[in-house]
């Protein structure tokens, strides 16, 4: 007999047919042996119809107020599906957040999971109970016993926490899709459901858009091993597993706001090659990477930074083995990249260097925690350690610095973020090998498991909501990237891309560089008006604001190790003749910047491109 989470949304649960549907899906699985907990949201557009009713009275209400009337939203759920299984003669009990036990940050409208209390709820599941359980709500922790709201996606937070304390077999998403789909089905309606995806990957595409599931939960099943499968709440297909890794025995104390780093990680086998001012046109990247592709040369980190005049630097890291091989790929084709009307000008440099080291942190609890990235940067300035260039990724932020650095910087950043010698090899072993850590998929034995090869990609994305701000003449050194994501840290403001030209000016005596980085569109303005504020205590330039962006990704675990694959990404935006503003990498993600009007165009090609549509069309119910 299984203990399973079951999580219904709100159009799972829009009408009292629906409900009943709902209620006859759970009868059916206790029927066959199980134990249930059913997490649900608020029916249908109630949330939205409760924030309306909010802002009819305040145009700036009370948050404390708002969680006392949003979190009613889910309890008119509970007590009808609750009454719905007991017409079926099924024991079932309705119970509210606080009731069930979730204890949460006193952080209004947005709070994190501390802990969650089980004994009465696994009183009611062992007397044979279905317990009903209202989602996105819980109780603080303190003496007041405040009502609090999770925020965005806090249903699937409440059902994937909830399997993590009863150590459910585990849990089920139903929503309004069949699973986990290569892209958005209203953008492409013959994207192709994917059978199964790892936590890494699905914390990528969830991460940048993909509305089925919350990067929230799925940082929580990637801490402590929850498998998780989304399905139809319309149909009995299978749907989509989404695979955890091994559980290391986390406490479930703090549950929400545990260590966010897990591991530091280093490699010293690394090697730069730059391309110093390209034309800021199509195709030039994928030319450039379409020839380093043919030379079976496999390239680890992409920067492309932003443009200056009429070009661009773009920037790559390969395995010190094949330098020679990169750097010769290189040499022969930058000068194909010079403008036909500009030639000696407009001529590209070639720069490589081979005494870099790559060091990173990573870990699912960076998720949303602006003040982590902003962490490693101070650290690693308060080491003495410079950072030449920069990539992230939802779960991970690499470094590129010198080589004879990197046992300091490796050092520091354990220290920093309380990774013992014992979970850290790197840190015994010195920075005289190469370390890299993947993941250990434990399966259930319910879970299908990936084909073998993997695809290399395995789904695409498109956010439309970011911008972007370049800030120029940054100085070169150690602490300045510290200080520019330390203010925006303090002001809540997560970053997504950050990018930092290759070229060096020097002016006044000092080098400087331009960095880029993208942030929530809505917080863009923002955070123009802090950097700009104090642009002349740092020493930085003029801060430029870009709301008119799209970012495009391809995410997938077997691109590791596949050469051609940014190649084949850059060239399908070539052909539809999309310029790439910015180019950011990790070992899992290619991210482009483009003009946000082609957005929609760069995802539809992009997909197509590396054959992910299928014959079926989907159709989003309304």
């Known amino acids: 007999m299984a203990l399973i989470v079951q999580k219904y949304g709100g159009t799972s649960v829009g009408s009292v047919e629906r409900i009943q549907a709902v209620a006859q899906r759970v009868y059916q699985t206790v029927k066959a042996g199980n134990s249930l907990v059913v997490v649900v949201s608020a029916m249908g557009k109630t949330t939205d119809g409760l924030v309306k009713l909010a802002n009819e009275i305040s145009p700036n209400p009370n948050r404390r107020e708002m969680d006392m009337l949003l979190s009613t939203g889910e309890q008119v759920t509970i007590a009808l599906l609750s009454m719905a299984l007991q017409e079926l003669g099924q024991p079932a009990i309705s119970m509210t ?18 802990h969650i209390e089980t004994s009465r709820l696994n009183r009611h599941i062992n007397a044979g109970k279905v317990v009903v359980v209202a989602g996105f709500q819980g109780i603080s922790s303190t003496q007041e016993m405040e009502i609090t709201t999770l925020g965005r996606g806090g249903s699937d937070t409440s059902a994937v926490a909830l399997a993590a304390a009863l150590q459910a077999n585990f849990c089920e998403i139903y929503t309004d899709v069949p699973g986990i789909l290569t892209t958005d089905p209203r953008l492409v309606p013959e994207a192709q459901l994917m059978d199964t995806i790892t936590c890494n990957e699905m914390l990528e595409l969830a991460s940048l858009g993909a509305k089925v599931l919350h990067p929230r939960a799925v940082e929580i099943a990637r801490n402590y091993g929850v498998p998780l499968v989304v399905r139809s709440s319309w149909t009995d297909d299978p749907g989509t597993w989404v695979i955890s890794t091994k559980s290391k025995g986390r406490s479930l104390i703090n549950l929400e706001i545990a260590r966010p780093v897990d591991a530091v990680e280093f490699d010293t086998d690394q090697a730069k090659v730059a391309l110093l001012r390209v034309p800021d046109k199509p195709g030039v990247a994928a030319r450039l990477f379409g020839e380093i592709a043919r030379q079976k040369v496999d390239v680890d980190l992409i920067i492309q930074s932003i443009h200056e005049g009429n070009s661009n630097d773009i920037a790559f890291t390969v395995t010190t083995p094949i330098l020679n091989r990169a750097e010769a790929v290189a040499a022969a084709i930058a000068p194909a990249l010079r403008s036909p009307s500009n030639p000696k000008s407009d001529e590209a440099e070639v720069m490589v260097e081979n005494n870099i080291a790559k060091v990173s942190i990573s870990g699912a609890g960076m998720i949303g925690r602006p003040g982590v990235a902003a962490k490693m940067f101070a650290t690693l300035a308060e080491a003495g350690v410079n950072i030449q260039m920069i ?35 790197a840190v015994t072993q010195g920075c005289g090998d190469t370390k890299r850590v993947f993941d250990n998929f434990s399966v259930s034995p319910r879970l299908p498991i990936f084909a073998s090869p993997t695809p290399p990609v395995r789904g695409v994305a498109l956010d439309l909501n970011q911008a972007r701000l370049a800030i120029r003449q940054l100085p070169d050194k150690p602490g300045m990237a510290a200080k520019l994501f330390g203010l925006l840290a303090q002001h809540n403001i997560s970053v997504d891309m950050i990018i930092q030209s290759q070229r060096c000016h020097v002016i006044d005596g000092i080098p400087r560089r331009d960095i880029a980085f993208t942030v929530s569109r809505i917080d863009g303005e923002n955070a123009k008006q802090l950097l700009t504020q104090v642009a002349t205590e740092v020493g930085w330039g003029e801060v430029v604001l870009d709301s008119a962006i799209a970012k495009v990704s391809i995410v997938g675990t077997g691109m590791v190790g596949q050469p051609g694959v940014a190649a084949k990404m850059f060239e399908a935006l070539a052909q539809q003749q999309i310029n790439i503003q910015m180019i950011a990498t990790s070992e899992i993600k290619i991210s482009c910047v483009v003009a946000q009007d082609q957005g929609v165009k760069a995802l539809q090609a992009i997909h197509s491109a590396f054959g992910l549509a299928g014959t079926e069309k989907f159709v989003v119910p309304a």
């Open 391 to 425: 990539s992230t990724s939802e779960v991970k932020v690499s470094c590129v610095v010198d080589a004879a650095e990197c046992h300091r910087a490796v050092t520091a950043l354990s220290k920093a973020f309380e990774i013992e010698a014992e979970e850290n090899d």
């Open 97 to 114: 957040g606080a009731q069930v036990g979730i204890v949460t940050e006193a952080e209004h409208s947005r709070a994190r999971i501390l």
